[in-house]
Every structure is written in C-alpha cells, then in structure tokens.
C-alpha cells in the first residue's frame, strides 16, 4: 500500500479537487501500448486504401524507370533530376501514411488525456538530462521491470503471429519458379496477413496495460486520511468566505435600495420581474439617472421600499425591459429612452402635482 512522505498509509479514494489538480498536471491512466495500437490501427487502414494506388505508382515509376535505363545521362544534373523525381514519388506514397500514423497515435493519446491541455506536464525537467541520475535509472529495479514487460510483450507478439509465419515458410513459393506479379501478391497478403496477427496481440496488450495503468494511477492518486481532512477544511473555509462574501454583497445592495428607492421619482416596473428606480434633477443631471435596479427578489424589494415611501410606480414592460439592459446604476439613461422615460416622469408628474410640482415644471418647459 502507497505511504505519503509523512509515513502514513494513502488509504482514502481522492477527492474531486486533487483529481482536477492531477488532471492539470498530467497525472492520470495514461498507456503507451493503447497509443501505439491506435497508430498502428490508423497506419493500415491508410495503408489497405491505398496500396492499388502504390502499387500502380510504384510500377509505373519503375516501368519508366527501365524504359529509360538506354538514354539516361548520369551526369550530376541528370542525377539530381532523378534524384529529385525518385524522392516526389516516394513522399506521394509515404507521407500519408505517416501523417495518418501522428494523427492516429494524437487521437489516442487525446482520448485517455479527454483532450485536455497539461502545460505542467510537457514542462522540461532538466533533472532528466543529470548524466548520474540517467545511469541509475538505467540500473534500477523499474528499468529491469520495463525489460521483462518487453520480453513478455515480445512473446505474446510472436505467439499471435506464429501460425502465419510457420505457414509462409512452408509455402511452394519458396521452393519453385514463381511469376513475379504472383510473388508481389503473396507477399503483400502476407505482410496483411501479419499485420492483423500483430493488432490483435497488441489489443491484449493495449487492453491489460490500460488495466494496469488505471490501477497504478488509482493508487498513486489516493490520499491519506489527513491529507482528506485538511483539503475539506481548505474547501469549507473557502465557502464560508464566499459565503460571507455574498452576505455582505446582499447587505451592501440592500443599504442603497433603502437609501436611493426613497429619493427616486418613479419606479418603472415589468411588473413583477423587473424594477427601475429613476431619479431627475435637471440642475445637476444631463438626463434621468438609474439610482437603483433589480430582478425577482431585488425587484420585489424596490416596490416594497417604494411602497412604503410613496414612490410612484409605473408598469411599461418594453421601457423596463430596456432600462434593464441598457443601463447601469448611477448612470443617465440612454438616449434612445429619452423620449419613453420623459413621457413617464411627464405622466408622474400630472398625478402627482403636489409632491413633484417644482420638477413637474422643469419637465413640461
């Protein structure tokens, strides 16, 4: 059972935060053999699409080749130029199987990482290129594992592709005159016929070392009971500050609400989900002024307070809807609402002369 450096024993599964943590840093069941398969999967399925395609190429190529083998000048330009179209053909035929192999063993690396990005994990650790550790790495106990899990992947690899390779040795091919288009088939068959011996081997391998890896990772990644029991502390003292946080937030909005609904003119409403207070002092401000707003149980607060304190309110569902959105406390309003909100302090002003004469006056002039 894995100890931490303290001593104590990782019993205790880890938490979500230290599998976020391992996670970011590249910590996680991650198999090479799964990898390779997947490339070696991706390689021939390129390889089975196009082989007529090589094949025609390359007996075009040689065709010419030999067509030409009576004129050809082997001058150096002459050889550069044969040079260079032996080398177009070749990379026609060889770079999309390659590019599909990097592309198959990224989608397999990408499927056990779940995509994700680990800066931490392709960091250079210049402690790997320490000259004294790398020989002691060479001798050590892990090194001697890795070439017993070599010798035995070796085996089960030899064990699947057995069979054919006795088979081949004993065809007739061997042994009589064969046309070469016939010889040109069997041994492609044959190296096919290897290659899916090879895949399935590796898929028993791939699947028992994926096994493992996601064992090995489980266990590393457990934590001690103390380390569980400071981590919950860590979380729960986080909460309670955001919690306090989000109290003094409450607190802080419901102060303004009581200190600027009050002195608003009016409160625009939606009716019941939003709320507006407005404010205009057409000495000190350019424009009506958003004091306060809010939502559900902002807004139900505002109309309470303004209730209480005799502050008109007025619904417009588009008006309130656009005040909302547009514009920010302690802001003037926009001047697309110019014209709406003037008709509605106008309005508040006509029902409500005795407490709004004054600015009643200002709006109508």
């Known amino acids: 059972m894995a100890e931490s450096e303290s001593g104590q024993e990782k019993t205790e599964m880890p938490t979500p935060k230290k599998l976020q943590e391992l996670m970011e840093s590249g910590q996680f069941a991650r198999s090479q053999e799964v990898q390779t398969l997947v490339l070696l999967l991706a390689a021939l399925l390129i390889l089975t699409v ?43 035929l060889i770079l999309p199987v390659m590019a599909t192999g990097v592309l198959g063993g990224l989608i397999g690396s990408g499927t056990q990482s779940q995509f994700r990005a680990s800066p931490k994990a ?9 000259p004294i550790s790398g020989f002691k790495r060479i001798f050590s106990s ?21 069979p054919v390779l006795k088979q081949v040795l004993n065809d007739p091919v061997f042994y009589t005159a064969t046309d070469l288009m016939h010889l040109l088939a069997f041994m492609g068959q044959t190296a096919q016929d290897v290659a899916l011996r090879v895949i399935a081997g590796m898929v028993v391998i791939a699947a ?51 200190t600027e609904v009050p002195q608003a003119d009016v409160i625009v409403t939606n009716p019941t989900h939003l709320a507006i207070a407005l404010k205009y002092d057409r000495e000190a401000m350019g424009a009506p002024r958003v004091v306060a707003k809010g939502a559900r149980y902002n807004a139900l607060r505002i109309r309470e ?47 409500h002369r005795y407490k709004y004469y004054t600015r009643g006056q200002q709006v109508m002039s």
């Open 305 to 351: 307070i303004a209730r209480k304190h005799e502050v008109p309110m007025v619904e417009n569902k588009p008006v309130a809807r656009l005040l909302f959105k547009n514009c920010k406390v302690g802001q003037e309003i926009i001047p697309d609402l110019y014209s709406a909100v003037a008709e509605i302090l106008a309005y508040v002003y006509r029902t």
């Open 142 to 162: 892990q090194s001697l594992a890795k070439l017993v899990v070599s010798l035995m992947k070796f085996v089960v690899i030899f064990g699947f592709t057995y």
């Open 208 to 258: 028992v070392d994926y096994a493992y890896q996601q064992w090995k990772n489980e266990e590393d990644s457990k934590m001690t009971k103390q380390e569980v029991k400071d981590e919950n502390k860590q979380v729960d003292g986080n909460q309670q500050v955001k919690g306090e946080q989000r109290r003094r937030r409450r607190q802080m909005l419901m102060e303004t609400l009581n």
């Open 122 to 130: 392709i960091e250079p650790k210049f402690s790997k290129l320490n």
């Open 50 to 92: 196009m082989a007529p395609k090589m094949v025609e190429t390359f007996r075009v190529y040689m065709i010419g080749t030999f067509q030409r083998l009576g004129t050809m000048q082997m001058n150096y330009e002459a050889f550069q130029g044969h040079f260079g179209h032996f080398m177009v053909t070749a990379g026609t």
